[in-house]
């Protein structure tokens, strides 16, 4: 099994800053902030996940490969988007978590349809 090591280097990275920022809104974080950074984590390392699966995806093709991307780099502009909020108060940045949503929606439907389309050779 081949792995795109740059796509889950940067999945793995992800997934530590998720668990970060997670870690400090259960710990650290006030209650006006600790919904938004729980959030914005959660979603970070669910798509961090989906990056790390599809870098290791069998018969991976460009489409599973963007996909993983798209999911990575959206989970990672959510969350950054949400703690721009949360920790700087600067509420323009909600503007921004739509991008980051609209990337990891983008992923969900590669995946599926590169499920789709995928040939298993006949047993």
């Keep these: 099994m081949t792995v795109d090591r740059s796509l889950a280097g940067f ?6 800053l998720a668990v970060a ?3 400090f809104a259960a710990h650290g974080a006030g209650p006006q902030v600790k919904q938004l950074l729980t959030t914005g984590a959660h979603y970070q390392l669910v798509h961090a996940v ?4 599809c870098a290791a995806w069998p018969a991976r093709g460009r489409l599973i ?3 993983g991307w798209l999911a990575g780099a959206g989970g990672l502009i959510f969350c950054l988007a949400l703690t721009a909020v949360a920790l700087l108060s600067l509420p323009a940045m909600g503007a921004v978590a ?3 949503g609209l990337l990891m929606i983008s992923a969900w439907l590669l995946i599926g349809f590169a499920a789709l389309r995928t040939h298993s050779p006949s047993a």
């Design 65 to 67: 490969a963007t996909a």
């Design 11 to 16: 999945a793995a990275l992800n997934g530590a």
């Design 50 to 53: 989906v990056a790390l699966v």
């Design 21 to 23: 920022i997670g870690a």
């Design 98 to 100: 739509p991008v980051g």
